[in-house]
């Protein structure tokens, strides 16, 4: 049983489980409650609370998701008791002596770190904000000063927004939790960039990977256990095609799972991955799943409902529920959702999350012949105002207007709106980076544009003060981005249908030249070998079927975004 008191005005909650007691201090606070130009704000002073709990024989960590931050310990009532007292006074008054050591360590530990499902996906669906910025670096750490942090931690780690769990024989005596009045925080609204789902986009090489969003219910729980148990069977078991296939859901924190789907591919085998990837999610919403595969499902889920830590293992994440004023439901409570569940149930939660999917497949393939729409790659419009040629040939020109800024390229535009501008990064050298709400891209290197100083300083003074990002010194300046969002460093924007249409005439045409060209060389008579006018024109149409064919190379080329 979960048993529910209170600390100093803290909302805490119990478990009884026998050894060593282990202890969770919940904040309302995450990534998704910042700015792009301010994120990373809230893993730092989690670093700076810790700091003061020194080296010590138990065990403690800290954690920041998207919507909460955890200090955690394992130890004795001791210990216990020590541990909170300090992350608590360390907050109301950081060891700011200790900044600039934190931001060190966790540039460090961003070099470290991998690249999951969530920040493979992040910015696709949401857009340079909110749970979008898990996809992004943590850019607001080297500018953040004393009263900055101490301000965000004075507001954020308040006792209104925080909650106790503990795990353990008993609840320690004497506790105490030293932590400034604050308020409840709300989550942030989900925002989203993708006008229309299920939507896809290329990136990477060797996996396919989908991601949804179902509301946290027990039919959302089996119908993540039945794809990934379809998925291993199809595409390993069966087809040989993966060695990693398989689904799993995580909590984003509002009541709200994230589920993820995945599968691995060699090169040659990407094709056949797509599509007994897009077999299973399709047939999982139309068919459904078998009732005795349903009941073994149930019968796992259930066992974890009622294994002997079950109550303990479930603490923080309902410490993080009540920060949400959603309601802390029993094992009973659980158990009686998962075995109303039905077929039925699983197959309307199939189309669900086939109907909010976002698909990432491999570079160069495409998903509209499965229903999926492209995700977009460009914005809708250019901003009006001076145009400035690029000096690299093909490049886009940019246009530098009162509302914004656009790179413009062949029809195509990214433009980033100085009302909607997340962050503007500014580089000593004068390069300059504007990423949009929506996470569109546009990058600015000096050199590469007809551009002078009293532009650049017009764009400068024309972003929104809390946007800007000033960069450290870098060895050399980065190529300008084509149209696109601000994707991972080696993603490449994929051409649009109606460019693939126009490459596919071009090289028609070229290869009608190039035949004609070949032809005449080898079926020449006697008399023509010595005709310079006949050989004129083998070199004029050979010329042609070149040129056509550099001009589709320029145009299919990869664009790093």
């Known amino acids: 049983m979960i048993h529910r008191f209170e600390v100093d005005g803290v909302p805490a909650l119990h478990a009884p489980r026998p050894g060593r007691t282990t202890a969770g201090l919940v904040f309302r606070v995450g990534s998704a409650d910042e700015t792009l130009a301010r994120s990373g ?35 004795d009532d001791h210990e216990i008791r020590a ?48 749970h979008g910025l898990v996809s992004y670096p943590e850019w607001g750490v080297p500018g953040v000063d004393p009263q900055t942090v101490q301000h965000w931690a004075d507001t954020w780690f308040t006792r209104d927004n925080a909650a106790l769990w503990i795990a353990g024989e008993r609840v320690p005596d004497g506790l105490q939790l030293p932590l400034h009045p604050g308020r409840r925080m ?25 991601e949804t969003l179902l509301p946290r219910t027990a039919a959302a729980d089996l119908y993540t256990a039945c794809l990934d148990r379809e998925l291993f069977q199809d ?25 993820t789907a995945l599968a691995d591919a060699l090169p040659e085998e990407q094709d056949a991955v797509l599509g007994g990837f897009v077999d ?53 409570e659980l158990r009686a959702e998962l075995a109303a569940v039905t077929a039925e149930d699983v197959r309307t939660t199939a189309q669900q999350a086939l109907g909010s999917g976002l698909l990432r497949v ?31 040939p093909g490049g886009p020109d940019l246009v530098i207007g009162r509302a914004g800024v656009s790179l413009v390229r062949e029809g195509e535009a990214a433009t980033v709106r100085y009302d909607a501008c997340a962050a503007f990064l500014a580089w000593p050298d004068g390069g300059r980076r504007l990423i949009g709400a929506d996470g569109i891209c546009v990058e600015i290197e000096p050199a590469c ?51 693939l249409a126009v ?59």
């Open 280 to 332: 299973v999610l399709a047939r999982l919403a139309v068919a459904g799943v078998d009732p005795d595969t349903l009941d073994a499902l149930r019968r796992r889920a259930d066992a974890a409902h009622t294994a002997p830590d079950a109550d303990p293992a479930r603490l923080p994440g309902c410490a993080a529920d009540l920060l949400l004023d959603l309601p802390v439901r029993t094992r009973d």
């Open 186 to 210: 709300p989550p942030p609204q989900p925002t989203s960039a993708l006008p229309v789902t299920p939507a896809y986009f290329a990136a990477g090489q060797r996996q396919v990977l989908f």
């Open 362 to 392: 491999p570079a160069g393939r495409r998903a509209d012949w499965a229903g999926y729409t492209a995700a977009p790659l460009h914005s809708t419009a250019a901003v009006e105002g001076s145009r400035h040629r690029s000096r690299e």
């Open 83 to 130: 541990f909170l007292q300090s992350v608590c006074e360390s907050l109301t008054a950081l060891p700011v002596d200790r900044l600039e050591t934190e931001k060190a360590i966790l540039r460090t530990e961003e070099a470290g770190r991998g690249t999951g499902a969530a920040e493979a996906t992040g910015l696709w669906r949401y857009g340079a904000q909110g």
């Open 449 to 499: 544009f007809a551009v002078d100083a009293h532009a650049l300083a017009s764009i400068d003074a024309a972003v929104p003060h809390q946007a800007y990002v000033r960069m450290p010194p870098r060895t050399a300046p980065a190529r300008p981005s084509r149209p696109g969002p601000a994707a991972a460093p080696a993603a490449a924007v994929r051409s649009s249908p109606a460019q």
């Open 503 to 561: 490459n596919m005439v071009l090289m028609l045409v070229a290869g009608l030249f190039l035949l004609f060209a070949l032809g005449g060389a080898l079926g020449a008579d006697d008399e023509s070998r010595g005709d310079p006018v006949y050989w004129g024109v083998l070199v004029v149409a050979a010329g042609i079927a070149a040129a056509l064919l550099r001009s589709v190379w320029r145009r299919s080329r990869p664009r790093r975004t």
């Open 41 to 75: 704000i809230t893993h730092l002073v989690e670093h700076l609370a810790l700091h003061r709990s020194g080296v010590q024989v138990h065990r403690f960590n800290g954690a920041t998701g998207q919507l909460h931050t955890h200090f955690l310990l394992e130890g």
């Open 235 to 259: 595409l390993r078991q069966d087809g040989g095609l993966s060695y990693t296939a398989g689904a799993d859901h995580a909590d984003r924190g509002d009541g709200v799972l994230t589920v």
